[in-house]
């Protein structure tokens, strides 16, 4: 024998209906396919925080920015981060209903830099086996500067000869870039801007509202929910009444079935007093349940 439950337009059989409708589910014992499965309806929500962390290197002739190349360049290395979205979803731990997977990390760097968020061993002006005084080194790559500037200016201009042209002279310049590129880096330093997207799952509770899924601190981004270094990122819950659910059976009919009704609750990501995301959902541990008639059909 094989139950069918009546329950709202979209529910179908047993305790597939969960998969298919996120707002009822069986209360009990359920006749699947020949097999019986127990059915406790549970919640468990998908909150995604996006943070914006931007990154200062600082050069190592930083001192010597304003002297040789008549600009300012950051003195110290600085990381600051900022919280610039969340989002709350439907999930039960495996199935994401509407939860998407996170975005992958997505990293800027500002081109003074040729290489990634930390400077190479070796400097690009190392020519020898010779140490130089920071400030005397910091000259010569100032000055090598102004040589790479000087010659792609004569391969513009046509000055360097004749026979540099074409994908030839494209290449001089792309190179002729590179080479001031990694030399400006030793001055002006790096600015590495770094968006990533960290998701936490909470099961919500009946007699609980507010959850707090981690911290977080504008020095060191997102922290564990127990660091007290960090301001607290919360979701709070505020669940609506159930009503009236359409197909309810009748208190006369014997031939019911118990379902938990889902309530809609409106989830908001709170932190440092600023709300940065919120959505309206289904959550079983704040409803209730209904009697639902259902119909058999033998073999």
Do not use: W
């Amino acid at each position: 024998m094989k139950f069918k439950l009546l329950a709202l337009a979209l529910l179908v059989s047993g305790v597939s209906a969960t998969a298919q409708n996120p707002y009822i589910a069986p209360l009990c014992a359920v006749n699947e396919s020949g097999s019986v499965v127990v059915s406790n309806p549970k919640t468990v929500l998908a909150v995604d925080i996006t943070t914006r962390t931007e990154k200062i290197v600082a050069g190592p002739y930083a001192r010597y920015a304003q002297k040789f190349l008549g600009v300012r360049a950051p003195l110290t290395d600085k990381l600051t981060s900022e919280i610039v979205n969340a989002s709350v979803s439907l999930a039960d731990g495996k199935n994401y209903y509407t939860a998407a997977a996170p975005h992958a990390p997505e990293i800027e760097v500002t081109q003074h830099a040729v290489c990634g968020e930390d400077f190479p061993h070796m400097q690009v002006d190392k020519q020898s086996m010779s140490v130089l005084a920071l400030e005397d080194a910091a000259r010569d790559a100032a000055t090598t500067i102004y040589s790479l500037r000087h010659h792609r200016m004569e391969l513009i201009t046509g000055e360097a000869g004749e026979n540099v042209f074409g994908e030839g002279l494209k290449a001089a310049l792309d190179e002729i870039a590179r080479l001031e590129q990694g030399y400006l880096e030793l001055f002006l330093g790096k600015r590495v801007v770094r968006t990533s997207t960290s998701r936490y799952e909470v099961c919500p509770e009946a007699d609980k509202k507010q959850y707090v899924v981690a911290r977080f601190s504008a020095s060191a981004g997102l922290l564990p929910e127990n660091d007290l270094s960090g301001d607290m990122v919360v979701l709070q819950i505020e669940p609506s009444a159930v009503g009236q659910v359409p197909s309810e059976a009748d208190p006369k009919e014997r031939n019911v079935i118990t379902c938990r009704v889902a309530a809609p609750s409106v989830c908001r990501v709170l932190s440092g007093g600023k709300e940065f995301g919120g959505k309206s959902l289904p959550i079983f541990e704040y409803g209730r349940n209904v009697k639902v008639a259902q119909v058999n059909s033998g073999k």
